[in-house]
């Protein structure tokens, strides 16, 4: 019989899977071993949070078992008698439709079992289907003539316990590594407006950490982080979720991967790095579209060409070999024409520096459909 479903945020599900594991062992131990539990459906909510409304997963918990009765009396509630409140505390037990007797709220903790007025911290309300009575938990064995009450009240606790599942800060994601989408956009357009997109490729060429890295410890708190974020920065990020949100479809499994994690507003940490990725991408996507000249080749074969001015495009370690490193250095001139050049020294020039050379034509050749003029004893001029 289905007692009670309640609803988590879906990123929760592993903990309270864990704490539901050890309650219902414990129910169990106590002598309810009726209760179970199991995932339901999902489905997505908009909640408010500080940095205004966000989208969160909630999953549904189902608890099974059944009313719990003890001979003929069922227990419907525990009523936590006021002390320094206004009013009684009442914790019903769910698996039962009957309403509780008015009164309870105000009850002075007295037993209908011993008829006394002692003080108690609570009471239990029992039914046969006919009559409400409250037992003090220390007569509950007397009046129910079992041995050890202790099932009825450990039943009580668990669906206690099952209810602060739901009334802790749903949406507190310090504990659970929980991130908010918003937030590792801004930081990651922070870090790509201050020094570039930084890809793993291109932290392995330079040294230093990708800009996934750089937004996770800005997003812990690691020491050392803490970059400014501006509007504009906060605008890249409403401009990524809206790319990404607004298409039904990419072509890629890279896109789709952060399409289906934009579902909701919230990120897990293992999520950042790709998630960080995101704004460069849409970013890319967005710009107006440069005309790209065509390619041609320049020059002959073994001609030296003089003075040339050549733009750096981007370097690429090629790896070491018997003769040491050597570095790919991608050029192209003012009107787009495409020039290579390998050599063991890499050029300390940042990429759209311009540079002066003279330089000899080794080879024409075609790159994956652009032409490409490849140099080589390239000297630096002037
Ligand atoms: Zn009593």
Not at 15 to 27: T, W
Not at 59 to 79: C, S
Request: charged share 25%; aromatic share 8%.
């Amino acid at each position: 019989m289905l007692i009670t479903t309640f609803s988590i945020p879906t990123f929760r599900k592993q903990s309270v899977s864990a704490r539901l594991d050890k309650l219902v062992k414990k129910a169990a131990k106590y002598g309810n071993p009726d209760i179970g539990y199991s995932f339901g459906a999902t489905r997505i909510e908009e909640v408010a949070t500080d940095s205004g409304p966000c989208k969160v997963e909630y999953i549904d918990i189902n608890i099974d078992g059944e009313a719990p009765k003890i001979g003929d009396w069922q227990l419907l509630a525990r009523v936590e008698i006021a002390k320094n409140l206004s009013e009684n505390l009442i914790h019903t037990v769910p698996g039962s439709d009957i309403q509780l007797d008015g009164g309870y709220r105000t009850h002075n903790g007295h037993c209908d079992h011993c008829n006394t007025n002692r003080p108690r911290n609570d009471v239990y309300v029992l039914t046969d289907g006919d009559t409400q009575i409250a037992v003090g938990r220390t007569c509950l064995r007397d009046f129910l003539g079992i041995d050890d009450p202790k099932a009825i009240v450990n039943r009580a606790q668990f669906f206690e316990e099952i209810r602060s599942f739901e009334a802790d800060d749903e949406l507190d994601f310090g504990g659970a590594s929980m991130f908010l989408l918003k937030e590792i956009l801004s930081v990651s357009a922070a870090s790509i407006r201050k020094v570039g997109y930084v890809s793993r490729a291109r932290a392995n060429e330079i040294g230093g950490e990708t800009t996934g890295e750089f937004v996770k410890g800005n997003l812990c708190g690691y020491n050392g982080y803490g970059i400014e974020v501006t509007e504009e920065d906060r605008a890249w990020a409403e401009k990524t979720i809206d790319f990404f949100r607004s298409a039904d479809q990419f072509d890629n499994d890279y896109m789709n991967n952060i399409r289906v994690l934009m579902e909701t507003d919230i990120v897990e940490l293992k999520h950042i790095a790709l998630i960080a990725s995101a704004v460069i991408t849409a970013q890319r996507a967005l710009a107006p579209k440069q005309e790209t000249k065509e390619s041609n080749f320049v020059g002959e074969v073994k001609q030296r060409l003089k003075g040339l001015t050549l733009i750096l495009d981007r370097i690429i370690y090629l790896g070491s070999g018997y003769y040491g490193s050597s570095y790919l250095h991608l050029f192209k001139d003012s009107d787009g024409n495409a020039f290579s050049w390998v050599t063991g020294n890499k050029m300390m020039i940042d990429e759209g520096t311009t540079i002066n050379v003279d330089a000899t034509v080794k080879q024409h050749k075609e790159y994956k459909g652009t032409k490409q003029t490849v140099l080589t004893r390239a000297k630096m001029i002037a």
